[in-house]
C-alpha cells in the first residue's frame, strides 16, 4: 500500500474502548459522492453513546471511524455530482453510524445530498458544531410544526438542540421562551429568549407567560419528564414536538386540549438512504441563517485534536461541557 493511498484516523475497535490512532485506506468518491478532506469533526452526545454500544437505534458496527459531523473542503469529486466543485468549503451530517466512515479521519468520501457549502462568515470548528443540532432543531420546529411569525415558543432544554431551536424560532418572528437551569438564564438572554428556571411550576410559567392558555408550539429536547411537561405546557391546538420522545407518556393533557405531536428521528436518512436530499437542503438554509447573523453555535472553548480527542468524549459524558465540542482534524 503506498502513503498516497492512506490517511490517519481514529479507529475504535470495541465498546468503550480507547481510541487508537490508525493509518487506514483513504476512499475515493463513488457515484454521487464527494471526497472531502475534512478539517473538523463535530463531537455530540449521540457519538459518546454509540462507542459504548449505548445507542440501539445507532448501531456502528466496530471497529470503525466514529464522528457524524464534519467540515472540510472538496478534494475530489465523483461521477453525476453537481453543485459542488474542488475547493468549496462544506459541512454535513454524514456517517459515523449505520456502518458509514465517520468524520475522526483525514478524508471521508461522502453523498453529496448531505453537504451544503459552508457558511463564508464562521469557521471551520464552528461550522462543524452545527450539522446533528441544527437539522433535529429545523425538522422539528419547521418541517413538524410549521413555526409562524408571533408563536409564543417553548423549548424545553437550551442544551445543543435547543438554544438552535431558540435561534431558528426567533429568526421565523416567534416568541421564545426556554426553560432550564438558572445558570443558563444569561445565555438564553443573549439569543433573545426569555428564560424560565426549571425549578418553577409548569403551571406557574403558563399562566405568567400566555395567560393560562398555554403555548402555541413547545419543542422538547430533553425528553422524559420534559416531553410530560410539554403536554402539559402547549396551548389548545397547539403543536409539541419532541427529539427525545421515548418510554411511556399519559397522552390524556395533549388530547383534552385537541393538540397534536411529532417526533423527529434526525438519523433516519443516513441509516435508510431515504430523504438525503432534504438533509442538505436543511444544511443549505443554516448557512443562509448563518451569514445573516442570525445563527452561531455556542462552542466550549477547549480545543481538541486526534492527541485528546478521548477527552471530548469524556467531557461530554460527565456533562462537563458549556457548548459544543469539536476535534479538529491536521
Same mark, same amino acid.
Given at each position: 500500500?503506498?502513503?498516497?493511498?492512506?490517511?490517519?484516523?481514529?479507529?475504535?475497535?470495541?465498546?468503550?474502548?480507547?481510541?487508537?490512532?490508525?493509518?487506514?485506506?483513504?476512499?475515493?468518491?463513488?457515484?454521487?459522492?464527494?471526497?472531502?478532506?475534512?478539517?473538523?469533526?463535530?463531537?455530540?452526545?449521540?457519538?459518546?453513546?454509540?462507542?459504548?454500544?449505548?445507542?440501539?437505534?445507532?448501531?456502528?458496527?466496530?471497529?470503525?471511524?466514529?464522528?457524524?459531523?464534519?467540515?472540510?473542503?472538496?478534494?475530489?469529486?465523483?461521477?453525476?455530482?453537481?453543485?459542488?466543485?474542488?475547493?468549496?468549503?462544506?459541512?454535513?451530517?454524514?456517517?459515523?453510524?449505520?456502518?458509514?466512515?465517520?468524520?475522526?479521519?483525514?478524508?471521508?468520501?461522502?453523498?453529496?445530498?448531505?453537504?451544503?457549502?459552508?457558511?463564508?462568515?464562521?469557521?471551520?470548528?464552528?461550522?462543524?458544531?452545527?450539522?446533528?443540532?441544527?437539522?433535529?432543531?429545523?425538522?422539528?420546529?419547521?418541517?413538524?410544526?410549521?413555526?409562524?411569525?408571533?408563536?409564543?415558543?417553548?423549548?424545553?432544554?437550551?442544551?445543543?438542540?435547543?438554544?438552535?431551536?431558540?435561534?431558528?424560532?426567533?429568526?421565523?418572528?416567534?416568541?421564545?421562551?426556554?426553560?432550564?437551569?438558572?445558570? &443558563?438564564? #444569561?445565555?438564553? /438572554?443573549?439569543?433573545? =429568549?426569555?428564560?424560565? $428556571?426549571?425549578?418553577?411550576? @409548569? +403551571? %406557574?410559567?403558563?399562566?405568567?407567560?400566555?395567560?393560562?392558555?398555554?403555548?402555541?408550539?413547545?419543542?422538547?429536547?430533553?425528553?422524559?419528564?420534559?416531553?410530560?411537561?410539554?403536554?402539559?405546557?402547549?396551548?389548545?391546538?397547539?403543536?409539541?414536538?419532541?427529539?427525545?420522545?421515548?418510554?411511556?407518556?399519559?397522552?390524556?393533557?395533549?388530547?383534552?386540549?385537541?393538540?397534536?405531536?411529532?417526533?423527529?428521528?434526525?438519523?433516519?436518512?443516513?441509516?435508510?438512504?431515504?430523504?438525503?436530499?432534504?438533509?442538505?437542503?436543511?444544511?443549505?438554509?443554516?448557512?443562509?441563517?448563518?451569514?445573516?447573523?442570525?445563527?452561531?453555535? &455556542?462552542? #466550549?472553548?477547549? /480545543?481538541?485534536?486526534? =492527541?485528546?480527542?478521548? $477527552?471530548?468524549?469524556?467531557? @461530554? +459524558? %460527565?456533562?462537563?461541557?458549556?457548548?459544543?465540542?469539536?476535534?479538529?482534524?491536521?
Amino acid at each position: 500500500m503506498s502513503t498516497s493511498t492512506v490517511m490517519k484516523a481514529l479507529v475504535v475497535d470495541s465498546h468503550n474502548a480507547a481510541f487508537r490512532l490508525a493509518e487506514v485506506p483513504q476512499p475515493s468518491p463513488a457515484t454521487g459522492e464527494v471526497l472531502v478532506r475534512i478539517k473538523a469533526s463535530g463531537v455530540n452526545p449521540l457519538d459518546t453513546k454509540i462507542r459504548a454500544g449505548a445507542a440501539g437505534h445507532a448501531r456502528h458496527p466496530l471497529p470503525a471511524i466514529l464522528g457524524i459531523d464534519l467540515a472540510g473542503i472538496v478534494e475530489a469529486i465523483g461521477d453525476g455530482v453537481s453543485g459542488f466543485r474542488v475547493g468549496d468549503e462544506v459541512y454535513g451530517m454524514t456517517g459515523g453510524v449505520g456502518g458509514i466512515q465517520g468524520s475522526l479521519a483525514q478524508y471521508a468520501a461522502v453523498d453529496a445530498r448531505l453537504l451544503a457549502v459552508k457558511p463564508g462568515n464562521l469557521s471551520m470548528r464552528e461550522a462543524a458544531a452545527l450539522p446533528l443540532i441544527f437539522i433535529t432543531a429545523w425538522e422539528g420546529l419547521v418541517d413538524r410544526a410549521h413555526v409562524q411569525a408571533g408563536q409564543r415558543v417553548l423549548v424545553i432544554g437550551a442544551g445543543g438542540v435547543g438554544h438552535i431551536v431558540i435561534q431558528i424560532a426567533k429568526a421565523s418572528g416567534a416568541d421564545v421562551y426556554a426553560v432550564d437551569s438558572a445558570s &443558563k438564564a #444569561d445565555d438564553i /438572554r443573549s439569543l433573545s =429568549a426569555t428564560p424560565i $428556571d426549571r425549578n418553577e411550576s @409548569i +403551571e %406557574s410559567y403558563v399562566k405568567a407567560h400566555t395567560g393560562g392558555k398555554g403555548f402555541d408550539l413547545v419543542y422538547d429536547t430533553v425528553g422524559g419528564a420534559g416531553l410530560d411537561a410539554a403536554f402539559q405546557a402547549v396551548g389548545r391546538f397547539g403543536h409539541v414536538v419532541s427529539c427525545l420522545g421515548w418510554g411511556t407518556h399519559a397522552l390524556a393533557p395533549l388530547s383534552f386540549k385537541a393538540a397534536t405531536y411529532s417526533g423527529v428521528f434526525t438519523l433516519l436518512p443516513l441509516l435508510s438512504g431515504e430523504g438525503r436530499v432534504h438533509h442538505g437542503e436543511i444544511m443549505a438554509e443554516a448557512t443562509k441563517l448563518a451569514e445573516a447573523g442570525r445563527l452561531v453555535p &455556542k462552542l #466550549d472553548s477547549r /480545543r481538541f485534536t486526534f =492527541a485528546n480527542a478521548g $477527552d471530548a468524549h469524556a467531557l @461530554i +459524558e %460527565s456533562r462537563g461541557a458549556d457548548g459544543k465540542l469539536v476535534v479538529e482534524v491536521d
